[in-house]
């Protein structure tokens, strides 16, 4: 099925009872091209719960067989990693899987390290022993194999190193990679953050584009990146899907989240093919069925159908003007991608789990933070021009809930000179 944007409007306002069987016609063409094994890509979220009762209620003996592939990326909320498990016993039937980050192959270099590395051989005059000749970093190992002796002895006083089989964390994300502060379609290169160093510094095909040199300049004074969605989500459930052979993949995606999944839908429908090295020649197949759904869909069902869902959903806070607000969606905690708008991640974690909150601001995001702030102010001041990350989040934490925050930017007036 291929429609119009308008005609997913459309279809979006129509009736619960509606949308209950286009989900389950989709879910039924989905089972009918399986050839291999079918699983639920599972995060403990209200609509992939929504989606598993579906499936449950109407093909039972499909959902016996069914895998069930729960997305621990190790930053999770709590709840819902609780509720997610205790699912899993209750409704698995033995066959509920975590698909969990992975490990490092070798010893590495901290990006700190890394950084000291890279001066040196500025400093020596040996650079373009690591570069390519577009000036582009030959590889992250290629910098750490030029690092002198009393360097590396220094590293290991200081713990800069990341032991080989060092768990691909959030944190280590962050170190390698950067911070999730902007989203995907912001953060254009994937490339290890020292890497992006050398292409921003030395690279002879950077593009002219204004717009891309905005980026690129936002880029040197902010080390952000989205490297962690695929290092901790999406690599570690491909490959386990790899492993239990699945050939169908069902998610409880909607269109209404965003506009690409919007584009995603009409361009590709409920079901769409893609290709995966452990089938061979056989196709591997994704599965929305709940593309036309919206929220107000999600809890309705769970109320006519009495639907176990994650206590993180009836947490909240009631904001400055009085309104209560609670949490709409899970996905990782330490999550930046919508510091752009108000009551997004981390200013939800700020009010639902302060210490976690906390932790993630004290360990490097507040600094990041300060620096999108003034990196992308057109004019005047703010607090971030007069007191450093770490003062302002014992002073005023909630100037870090989200960025452009025009009530904390003032203009100094000097008055006449001379």
């Avoid at 570690?236 to 839908?265: C, H, T, W, Y």
């Avoid at 450093?388 to 809930?401: G, H, N, Q, V």
Wanted: glycine fraction near 6%; charged fraction near 30%; aromatic fraction near 12%.
């Amino acid at each position: 099925m291929f429609i119009s944007f308008h005609d997913l409007k459309k279809e979006q306002s129509r009736d619960l009872d509606y949308k209950i069987t286009t989900a389950i016609d989709a879910i039924s063409s989905a089972f009918d091209v399986c050839k291999h094994r079918a699983a639920l890509a599972f995060s403990g979220g209200k609509d992939s719960t929504v989606l598993w009762h579906l499936i449950r209620t109407h093909f039972p003996e499909q959902a016996r067989r069914m895998l069930i592939i729960y997305g621990n990326t190790g930053v999770e909320y709590p709840e819902c990693v609780r509720f997610a498990r205790q699912l899993g016993k209750e409704w698995g039937n033995g066959s509920f899987y975590e698909a969990t980050p992975g490990r490092t192959e070798n010893e590495g270099l901290r990006y700190r390290a890394q950084q000291e590395v890279l001066q040196y051989l500025i400093a020596e005059g040996r650079v373009h022993v690591v570069l390519k000749d577009d000036g582009k970093l030959k590889s992250t190992a290629a910098l750490e194999a030029a690092c002198p002796r009393y360097l590396r002895e220094k590293f290991e006083r200081e713990r800069l190193f990341w032991p080989a089989g060092t768990r691909k964390s959030y944190l280590w994300c962050v170190d390698q990679y950067g911070w999730p502060l902007f989203g995907k379609a912001a953060s254009k290169l994937k490339a290890r953050r020292i890497n992006i160093d050398c292409f921003l510094a030395f690279s002879k095909s950077i593009s002219e584009d204004p717009k891309l040199l905005e980026y690129y300049n936002l880029l040197k004074k902010v080390k952000f990146s989205q490297a962690c969605c695929d290092i901790l989500k999406k690599e570690p459930s491909e490959r386990l899907q790899a492993q239990l052979g699945v050939d169908v993949i069902f998610k409880g995606l909607m269109a209404a989240e965003s506009r690409q999944r919007q584009i995603n839908f009409v361009t590709r429908g409920y079901l769409f093919k893609s290709s995966r090295e452990h089938l061979g020649d056989d196709s591997f197949w994704h599965a929305n069925p709940l593309q036309i759904w919206v929220d107000d869909d999600i809890w309705a069902y769970i109320k006519r159908f009495n639907v176990p869902y994650a206590p993180l959903y009836d947490m909240g806070w009631t904001d400055k003007n009085g309104v209560h607000r609670k949490i709409k969606r899970n996905g990782c905690m330490a999550c930046g991608t919508d510091l752009l708008f108000k009551n997004n991640h981390m200013a939800m974690l700020r009010h639902t789990h302060p210490k976690q909150w906390m932790f993630y601001m004290r360990y490097g995001m507040a600094a990041e933070i300060r620096k999108i702030q003034l990196a992308r102010r057109k004019s005047g001041y703010s607090l971030f021009d007069m007191y450093d990350a770490e003062d302002l989040l014992e002073t005023m934490p909630c100037i870090f809930d989200h960025v452009d925050q025009k009530e904390y930017q003032f203009t100094l007036d000097f008055g006449e000179v001379g």
